[in-house]
């Protein structure tokens, strides 16, 4: 099982990025997806998750509105569309997967991790 996370960089306030999971080793399809960051000296948190029907998202209270997460089966691929980055969005981002199929909901334990990305945002 592998989650190769992408797509962090440097980027002024105000600025957006898309980060990319590509997943391989099962079946997309039948798993939740989620991104978590982490900030230095801060614990891990979950910015957002996708069931793996697509059918429910949610978002940390931080990102709503800024952060728009979507998956594309056919590539094997989550995506994390982040707008209107502030500064104190900077951290590590990591993808997880939860493979035990649960059609409509996003899970509280997360059987795979891939390795993070980091999102600079500074002027």
């Known amino acids: 099982?592998?989650?190769?996370?992408s797509g962090g960089g440097l980027v002024?306030?105000?600025?957006?990025?898309?980060?990319?999971?590509?997943?391989?080793?099962?079946?997309?399809?039948?798993?939740?997806?989620?991104w978590f960051r982490q900030a230095p000296g801060k614990e891990?948190?979950?910015?957002s998750c996708v069931s793996a029907n697509g059918d429910t998202t949610k978002?940390?209270?931080?990102?709503?509105?800024r952060f728009t997460i979507s998956r594309d089966n056919a590539k094997h691929t989550v995506y994390l569309q982040m707008n209107s980055l502030q500064?104190?969005?900077?951290?590590?981002y990591y993808c997880a997967a939860?493979?035990?199929?649960?059609p409509n909901?996003?899970?509280t334990v997360y059987d795979?991790?891939?390795q993070g990305t980091l999102v600079t945002v500074s002027s």
């Not at 099982?1 to 996370?5: G, R």
């Not at 978002?59 to 509105?65: C, L, N």
């Not at 500064?87 to 590590?92: I, K, M």
């Open 44 to 47: 891990r948190e979950r910015v």
């Open 87 to 92: 500064p104190e969005d900077t951290a590590v």
């Open 98 to 102: 939860d493979d035990k199929y649960r």
């Open 105 to 107: 909901s996003c899970p």
């Open 12 to 34: 002024q306030p105000g600025g957006s990025l898309r980060l990319s999971c590509v997943t391989a080793g099962f079946t997309l399809d039948y798993a939740a997806i989620g």
């Open 59 to 65: 978002y940390a209270d931080s990102v709503k509105g």
């Open 112 to 114: 795979y991790w891939g």
């Open 1 to 5: 099982v592998q989650l190769q996370a």
